[in-house]
């Protein structure tokens, strides 16, 4: 059910099938140098194998960058299901997918991601102990986004004190790109901090509550990235900074929880030649696994542990943006080189 395929630059990379239940997927390690590869099982459709091998692959070289820049004893890993969430996801798919993950022994742990729900991580842990994410249990961590958006708002105080020399976001107008989860808390802290919310969502009811809860203003979804605010905050999508975005973007600032928001390397030193300072995605966006790594390495008092993590977030976001302004460079480079020394030193 387990096949080992080769890969230059990951760990293990595995396809998963089972003819029974009709699954197909692909788990990837891409780095246990940390400690045991954590990152989410997603669910989508896929234009055959080799887009979900390099999703797969991607995915979980960024979460080895996200779990080490968030300071956590966890590697990187990820897991594809190629299929339609809402019509091919049965309790039989998700438990064959359980079995392929209890046979890596520990070595790579998983989570809710795109198309799956705290349901599908209880049927899950009916075949594996190596699965977080859960609603019940003795370590359940639930619903990360609301510690997702708290780690993006401390970011953004960061990035505030960086560019006009206080944290305090009263004032200030941030135009919320996408208005789920991790977007509607960011909008309630933002609001709650007295700062002004530009807002746009591809659903109109989640923009019409968010209107009525904290007085934002709405701004057409083509045009939110280039919204007249202080602060572009991508919550929504990746690959939202590009080539084609970036010369029309008004905010002196990027920060938001959206996963690779950049659609290249590259388009992180665009930003920096416009002068916008762009808070690297997967230091900002780290709070939802430090809420779901508290469940992995079952913390007791995971309160006051996660708490103390967000506050290390942010006293390395602030790092990383003197080291940047101090060289003259994107925070998103100081980012990636922090994280490639941190795995190097583990090298064995
Ligand atoms: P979600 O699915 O709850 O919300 C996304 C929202 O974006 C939805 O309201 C959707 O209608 C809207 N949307 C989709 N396309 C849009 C577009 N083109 N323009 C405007 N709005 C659009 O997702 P969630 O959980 O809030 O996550 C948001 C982003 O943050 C995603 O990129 C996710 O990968 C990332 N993230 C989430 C974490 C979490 O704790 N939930 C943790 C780390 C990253």
Redesign the pocket.
């Known amino acids: 059910m387990l096949t080992r395929l080769s890969s230059p630059t990951h760990e293990e990379l595995y396809r998963v099938e089972d003819h029974d239940s009709g699954l197909r997927g692909f788990i990837a390690l891409h780095s246990t140098r940390l400690g045991p590869a954590a990152g989410g099982l997603r669910m989508r459709m896929y234009d055959g194998d080799d887009a979900a091998v390099q999703d797969v692959l991607n995915l979980s070289r960024g979460m080895s960058y996200k779990n080490a820049a968030a300071g956590l004893p966890l590697g990187g890993g990820k897991a594809v299901i190629m299929g339609n969430p809402e019509t091919e996801k049965t309790p039989d798919l998700l438990r064959a997918m359980g079995r392929a993950i209890d046979s890596l022994a520990g070595r790579y742990w998983t989570a809710e991601d ?1 198309g799956m729900s705290p349901g599908d991580m209880a049927e899950i842990a009916r075949e594996t102990d190596f699965v977080a994410g859960r609603e019940q249990g003795a370590h359940a961590s639930g619903d ?2 609301p ?2 958006a708290r780690g993006v708002f401390d970011a953004m105080q960061a990035g505030a004190m960086q560019l006009w020399g206080k944290a305090g976001l009263k004032g200030r107008s941030v135009a919320v ?7 509607w808390h960011l909008c309630l802290l933002l609001h709650e901090a007295g700062a002004q919310l530009l807002v ?4 109109p009811a ?1 923009v019409a509550s968010t209107l009525k809860e904290f007085g934002a203003a709405q701004v057409d ?1 083509q045009d ?1 990235h280039a919204a007249k605010a202080d602060i572009f905050a991508p ?4 690959a939202v900074l590009n080539s084609g975005s970036i010369p029309n973007i008004r905010a002196s600032m990027v920060c938001g ?3 690779n928001q950049l659609a290249t390397p590259d388009d992180a030193d665009a930003l920096h030649a416009r002068g916008i300072l762009y808070l690297p995605d997967y230091v900002a ?1 780290g709070g ?1 696994i430090i809420n779901v790594a508290a469940e992995i390495l079952r913390i007791a008092e995971r309160e006051s542990w996660v708490t103390d993590r967000l506050a290390a977030m942010q006293v390395n976001m602030a790092q990383i943006l003197k080291r940047a302004a101090a060289e003259n460079v994107s925070p998103a480079r100081i980012a990636d080189r922090m994280v490639e020394n941190q795995l190097l030193a583990q090298a064995v």
């Open positions: 795109m990360p986004s510690v997702t790109q996408g208005l789920g989860h991790v977007g746009a969502d591809s659903d989640r979804t939110i919550c929504a999508i990746g929880a959206a996963n966006n939802g």
